[in-house]
């Protein structure tokens, strides 16, 4: 049976910080599934950072939004209709045809997830999805965590950040610092996810806080911020430290050039490697992921919080958000 349905499409190329009408809600019916492919009716969507990147005309990485069809972005869904004997109807599988309330998918395009009561189907997009193993390989195979560093997590209350924080503690870290952007976020990291010291960073210069939470200095940094952070960190850390240079979303929405940092000359001075990463180019990594994160998830050794908007309608609003920070832990849509 065709259903009707609905997704969300760019119509603008935000100038500056994105704007509700840079996205129009779209209603569509959608044919029958072909052999080879599953009617996936969507639990939850998620909005991510790097969608903001693809909001632009310009190719970095991966390829741009076109406007007026829908977005891609990672979803967790029911399996409707199946053309695909591996995949029985109400399988619960995610995907990649996010921003849309129902889709026609590919089956090789689908993994099917183990939803259980410690790990809801929207963990696949956060600590055990793309977010959790970004953590994963940026923390352990980028900046190469070794037991009794310091580590430094900007963005530490966030979807990546939070879980970068708890893998330092249970791989060894000797002091694992965090900043994020309210005091609700600092008191979270530091009372349920076991950060040693966290703080502010709207209540005074980076630099300045960063050398009280850890006045040792720094091995270890993983940047989910740049600009003022990514100085801080470099004044910070100790000779031979490590970076995870894994975004920069203090630039995300600029429109002129980007403050970046005045202390390069350190990096070499204190004989730094920092290291920029995606994490897709890893794609062998997940495996390892998944045999070492998800049963610290599921014996609760590892924690997470979502932040959860309802209505597909909704989904512009939940990104404009999580771009200004009204997120704890992972920003997803309930679509379903
Ligand atoms: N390299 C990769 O493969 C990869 C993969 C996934 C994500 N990432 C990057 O990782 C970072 C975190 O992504 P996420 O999915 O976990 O998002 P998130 O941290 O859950 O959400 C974004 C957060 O960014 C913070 N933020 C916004 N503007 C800021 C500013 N001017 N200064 C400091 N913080 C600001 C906000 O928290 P506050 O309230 O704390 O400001 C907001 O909640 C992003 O930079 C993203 O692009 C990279």
């Not at 995907?95 to 939803?115: F, Q």
């Not at 970004?134 to 963005?155: I, M």
Request: negative net charge; glycine residues 12%; contains cysteine.
């Amino acid at each position: 049976m065709p259903v009707t349905t609905r997704e969300i499409h760019l119509v603008a190329r935000p100038e500056g910080e994105p704007k509700p009408s840079d996205f129009a809600l779209v209603e569509r019916r959608l044919p029958d599934p072909r052999d080879g492919e599953l009617l996936v009716r969507n639990l939850a969507i998620s909005v991510d950072p790097y969608m903001r990147g693809k909001m632009t005309g310009i190719r970095t990485y991966t390829d741009p939004y076109d406007l007026h069809a829908p977005m891609e972005g990672a979803a967790v869904g029911v399996v409707e209709t199946s053309g695909d004997a591996s995949f029985p109807e109400n399988a619960v599988v995610v995907h990649n045809a996010g921003w849309r309330e129902h889709a026609i998918v590919p089956a090789a395009g689908v993994r099917p997830v183990n939803v259980t009561d410690a790990t809801p189907a929207t963990a696949y997009l956060g600590v055990l999805g793309m977010p959790g193993l970004t953590a994963y390989v940026g923390l352990l195979h980028k900046a190469g965590l070794r037991e009794g560093d310091t580590v430094f997590v900007s963005g530490a209350a966030g979807a990546v950040g939070g879980i970068v924080g708890q893998l330092a503690r249970l791989w060894g870290a000797e002091r694992v610092v965090g900043s994020a952007g309210t005091a609700e976020k600092v008191r979270y990291v530091t009372r349920e996810l076991g950060f040693d010291a966290a703080f502010d960073y709207h209540d005074g210069p980076v630099a300045d806080q960063l050398a009280k939470a850890a006045p040792d200095g720094v091995d270890v940094y993983f940047d989910n911020v740049g600009g003022e952070h990514l100085e801080a960190a470099i004044g910070a850390a100790k000779d031979f430290a490590r970076f995870a240079l894994c975004g920069a979303i203090s630039g995300y929405n600029a429109t002129g050039p980007r403050s970046g940092p005045r202390n390069l000359g350190l990096i070499v001075t204190k004989r730094l490697t920092l290291r920029g990463f995606i994490v897709s180019d890893d794609p062998e990594l997940a495996g390892e992921f998944h045999r070492d994160v998800a049963p610290a998830v599921a014996e609760g050794r590892i924690t997470f919080r979502e932040t959860v908007v309802d209505g597909l309608e909704r989904a512009p609003e939940a990104f404009i958000s999580m771009l200004r920070g009204g997120n704890i832990g992972k920003m997803l849509v309930r679509t379903s």
